[in-house]
């Protein structure tokens, strides 16, 4: 059975950084695009960021853009999202999620709050 599971959220000022991880397992990793996206209070989930299953290609929401970096290890079976310059508009919960042709893997997500 497929396992998502994301770490690394918790509450950090603005301008602060985090590190959040999706640790997989129960699938070829290797074999799947993987992406973040979060989902704020009241509002839809949106997508955050994507690398392609070598790892060599990758983009981004506007919003993130230059703040945020998303990489993998296919060794380890993780995908990692690396965010700095944190604003308070990216506090949200942010989910794992793994997409190979119609089959999309989601994880539990993790809380990311940025607020003084």
């Known amino acids: 059975q497929a396992q998502l599971v994301e770490s690394g959220g918790g509450l950090v000022q603005p301008g602060g950084s985090l590190r959040l991880s999706c640790v997989t397992s129960?699938?070829?990793?290797?074999?799947?695009?993987m992406n973040w996206y979060r989902q704020a209070p009241g509002k839809e989930r949106e997508f955050v960021a994507t690398?392609?299953?070598?790892?060599?290609?990758?983009d981004y929401a506007d919003s993130v853009k230059g703040r945020f970096t998303i990489s993998r290890d296919n060794g380890k079976n993780t995908v990692y999202l690396q965010m700095n310059m944190l604003k308070p508009e990216d506090t949200a919960v942010y989910y794992c999620?793994?997409?190979?042709?119609?089959?999309?893997?989601w994880g539990q997500g993790t809380q990311v709050t940025v607020s003084s």
């Open positions: 690398v392609n299953s070598v790892g060599n290609r990758k």
């Open positions: 129960g699938f070829v990793f290797g074999g799947y695009i």
């Open positions: 999620n793994g997409r190979r042709g119609t089959i999309a893997l």
